[in-house]
């Protein structure tokens, strides 16, 4: 079997079977074991989870060329019918039964008049009696042949070679074509009955009716070699020629709609019968067969480039495939065999459509009736840090919505630096509001940060000389700072604003309560307060149950600043045993030689405002500009939002959003820092907008829409300096233009009825549309044309009561002035938005006679009202004058009165 071309195929009737032939036929059945299984001869294992046993064996053909599997005549597997075409030309039909069938089909023959190879072989599946040959090329005889195996035909009157002689019935053919031509493969199509379609002389594929008998369709092409149709599509079929693939569509048959391209010469091309566009195709000499997954292509398209995903996969990689063959119902399951006659089945996994949710629901495609999903509920999640299974979360807390206390949004996340941000927001924000804080030329501070208030302008610190307290009974010692405006904002920002010794007490005490006794200790000992730095070790000690912390304010009493002395010797050698960075930054300090303070600045655990405020106190000008300049990069660089210190929410601050939302993808935090403090700037930087628009799309998607409205409300109430667009207008019946002064439209900055002088109370009405001059309605009270100029010419006086006086009255020492519009509200246009009824707001209040019962809401509660409107108490809209601004109400009145319509 060995020195022989293995071919597989599995059985068309049986889903257990398949069938492999070489030098004979033998026919496999596949069980079922484990992976763990003793696979031993006769059995043969197929895969991890199959094995095979031989249930028979056909040795009586010789020279087989091709084989076809009748689809369907015998339910019993073993009594199926087998065409064997061998190389003299005679097409045998063949069983693994040893009793004869029923319908004596098996042992008849058919005996070409000429000796030549079987090339190709082909059952209809419509009618399964119906066999196709396809035969080489003789000058006297037809190259393919259709023969009804069920009819009884008498042997023929020519005479054969004596090696084509039978022992069977002959059969006679029941069409013929292709007289002198050579037929390189035949195939039934699957969906039209009769017809017959073939590879002829290297250059054609034709299509013959065996109804009619004649040619139907003919395309010009080299790719006449293994023509199969495809059984989920009725107008599409496969051919290959040497190392290409051509798909046709019988529609249009004159060229093919597609081309596919292999590496190597084709052998062999097969459509999946269980899966829609999927075609393998087998190179010489590969250990891999190639999967084709043809998702669409365009009819007749010129110019369109159809979508074709291409994969191998290897079954084997230590020997070559000769054959493959697809599994007629199993989903796509392949078997191949070998040339060293070794057989795989194999499953080709199907391309996972994948799908996330925005609630890290996780749903891919198993096949086709299967679906699997996990959420963030599995437990394979809890191995994940995932952003947004983060941001879910944190939103679900309410994150980014607490508008009051800026720093309880940080309370709801695990991340320190998030919570360091929202804190220095929250201080940043109470600055900005109060406007006590100015920076160095009296500016207003706006979230500025340590470096950006550094590169304001030029430092020029003074040096200051300041005395270590506590050291009693020893020389006094001094230490050497730097003073400048510059410097004492950045101490502020960075909580360290110690003017005076109350303000340091209350910020250690805050730190201790906190339970951070070593960085109150820290702080201490870099404001030079040496006992009260032990006194708090004590404390930390005694509260915290820590005896180290007792050892530690033992170390720290023997401090003196003799560069030679046994105690800085002592505490440089050990300094790094310490565990807690904060006691090795404060034996740093002490023990600095140079005042160069690297070690302190060097711990990255201290926290980054406790350095950049001891950099901004010991450095000198210039070292103070490169350590802020190099940490405030290598900060932007990690994305790490504790830089927001450094570079505020000026340009450098965005630049560092956007690295962190870069590294992290956490675009909720970078969304609510822009909603709560950099509204303004929305409009200037298209990242501002596109984190916001982002996380409101993601709240949506999320289902979070009691959350995304919150958000929206502070997003409104953040917009207080931005003036909404007008967006209702009053207009004339007639000409259907404007009629309102007040129009906030783009491109006219002008008043355009300024010629009107609706600022001046001289000209007190205005009676017609200031554009066609038609006059506008009549109240139907009073039958006055409606319309009052609005301007700021008078005065309402109002008492220490809160009541309005008149008009043109000369104010008392109790009175405040102040300016209101020409047109009050009495004088508004008044009307139903369903039947038109209306007039001065004043009269239909009287006519209404809803004396004190009158409410009156904003339109915003109502707007848009509902269509149609009714015609009740709760329907009359009041708006402005035509000379004034609009204004929209709603007005509740005490009872039902329909008043007529406007006079027109």
Not at 95 to 117: A, C, N, Y
Not at 467 to 473: A, K, N, R, T
Not at 570 to 576: A, E, G, I, Y
Not at 592 to 603: I, N, T
Request: hydrophobic share 35%; charged share 20%.
């Amino acid at each position: 079997m060995s020195s022989v071309r293995v071919d597989v195929q599995w059985s068309p009737v049986a889903a257990d079977q398949f069938l492999t032939w070489g030098s004979d036929l033998q026919l496999y059945q596949v069980q079922d074991v484990t992976s763990t299984e003793i696979v031993q001869l006769p059995r043969l294992r197929l895969g991890p989870k199959t094995a095979a046993s031989l249930l028979s064996t056909n040795n009586d053909l010789q020279y087989i060329k091709c084989v076809a599997w009748c689809p369907g005549l015998e339910s019993d597997p073993t009594n199926q019918l087998l065409a064997v075409g061998q190389a003299n030309g005679k097409v045998a039909l063949t069983t693994f039964s040893k009793v004869p069938d029923s319908l004596g089909i098996k042992g008849r023959e058919f005996v070409p008049k000429h000796s030549r190879p079987v090339n190709s072989l082909a059952w209809s599946g419509q009618e399964p009696q119906l066999l196709s040959a396809g035969l080489d090329k003789v000058r006297t005889d037809h190259s393919v042949i259709v023969c009804d195996v069920t009819r009884i035909n008498q042997p023929p009157a020519y005479a054969f070679d004596q090696r084509n002689s039978s022992t069977g019935d002959v059969i006679k053919p029941v069409v013929e074509f292709g007289l002198a031509e050579t037929a390189h493969s035949v195939a039934f199509s699957l969906h039209a009955s009769r017809t017959l379609i073939t590879g002829m002389n290297n250059k054609h594929i034709k299509l013959f009716d065996l109804r009619e008998g004649k040619l139907c369709a003919t395309a010009n092409t080299k790719a006449v070699y293994g023509i199969c149709t495809d059984i989920h599509n009725e107008h599409r079929l496969a051919s290959f020629v040497e190392n290409q693939v051509s798909i046709w569509d019988l529609r249009s048959i004159e060229r093919p709609v597609l081309y596919l391209d292999a590496t190597k010469p084709i052998t062999k091309l097969a459509w999946c019968p269980s899966r829609v566009g999927l075609l393998a195709s087998l190179c010489r000499d590969s250990s891999s067969v190639r999967i084709y997954d043809i998702l669409h292509y365009t009819h007749g398209g010129e110019d369109q480039e159809p979508a074709v995903i291409t994969r191998s996969i290897n079954t084997d990689s230590s020997t070559y495939i000769s054959a493959f063959s697809w599994h007629p119902t199993h989903e796509n399951r392949i078997i191949t065999a070998s040339y060293t006659g070794k057989l795989v089945d194999y499953n080709v996994h199907e391309r996972i459509t994948l799908n996330w949710s925005a609630t890290s629901a996780l749903m891919w495609t198993h096949g086709k009736k299967t679906l699997h999903q996990i959420d963030c509920q599995d437990p394979v999640y809890s191995h994940f840090d995932d952003i947004s299974t983060a941001i879910m979360t944190r939103a679900q807390k309410k994150y980014g919505l607490h508008v009051d206390n800026l720093a309880t949004n940080g309370d709801v996340t695990d991340d320190m630096s998030l919570r360091n941000l929202w804190t220095w927001l929250d201080a940043a924000r109470s600055l900005v509001l109060a406007g006590n804080f100015k920076l160095p030329g009296g500016m207003p501070y706006k979230y500025q940060g340590v470096w950006s208030l550094m590169a304001i302008g030029n430092l020029s610190s003074d040096v200051i000389t300041r005395p270590w307290i506590g050291l009693e009974g020893q020389k006094t010692h001094f230490a050497k700072v730097f003073r400048c405006e510059e410097r004492s904002r950045a101490l502020e920002l960075c909580s360290w604003g110690f003017e005076n010794e109350t303000v340091l007490n209350s910020f250690l005490s805050q730190l201790e309560a906190a339970g951070n006794h070593t960085r109150a200790a820290a702080v201490a000992v870099f404001n030079q307060r040496l006992k009260q730095a032990i006194l708090i070790l004590q404390r930390g000690a005694s509260n915290k149950k820590l005896p180290a912390l007792n050892s530690t304010a033992m170390a720290l009493s023997g401090f003196t600043e003799e560069r030679k002395g046994l105690w800085r010797e002592t505490c440089v050698h050990l300094r790094s045993h310490l565990t807690d960075p904060y006691l090795r930054a404060m034996f740093a300090f002490l023990t600095d030689d140079a005042d160069s303070y690297e070690p302190v600045l060097g711990e990255t655990e201290v926290a980054i405002q406790d350095r950049v405020a001891f950099a901004c106190t010991y450095l000198s000008d210039v070292r103070l500009m490169e350590y802020l300049e190099r940490l405030n990069a290598q900060l932007t660089e990690e994305g790490n939002l504790d830089g927001i210190l450094l570079t505020g929410l000026c340009s450098e601050g965005i630049e560092l959003l956007q690295r962190y939302v870069d590294l992290t993808g956490d675009v909720q935090t970078v969304a609510l820092v822009t909603i709560h403090t950099l509204q303004q700037a929305i409009t200037k930087d298209s990242r501002l907008y596109h984190w916001v628009h982002s996380y409101r799309n993601l709240l949506d998607s999320l289902c979070l829409w009691n959350e995304r409205a919150q958000l929206d409300v502070i997003m409104n109430d953040n917009k207080h300096a931005e003036r909404p667009p007008q967006h209702i207008y009053i207009t004339c019946n007639f000409c259907k233009k404007g009629i309102s002064a007040y129009i906030q439209a783009p491109g006219r900055p002008r008043n355009p009825y300024a010629r009107f002088g609706t600022g001046s109370a001289n000209k007190s009405k205005m009676q017609a549309c200031p554009n066609c001059r038609k006059p506008l309605p009549r109240c139907s009270l009073c039958l006055v044309h409606m319309g009052t100029p609005s301007g700021w010419g008078s005065s309402v006086h109002k008492n220490s009561c809160g009541e309005e006086g008149v008009d043109g009255g000369t104010p008392t020492s109790d009175t405040a002035v102040r300016k209101r519009k020409l047109s009050n509200f009495t004088s508004w246009f008044t009307w139903c938005q369903t039947c038109r009824h209306g007039g001065h707001a004043h009269h239909l209040l009287e006519w209404f006679n809803c004396g004190e019962d009158a409410e009156i809401f904003p339109v915003s509660w109502v707007w848009p009202p509902p269509s149609p409107l009714p015609c009740s108490p709760a329907c009359l809209v009041l708006a402005s004058s035509p000379g004034g601004a609009p204004g929209i109400f709603l007005a509740r009145l005490g009872r039902v009165t329909f008043v007529p319509p406007f006079d027109r």
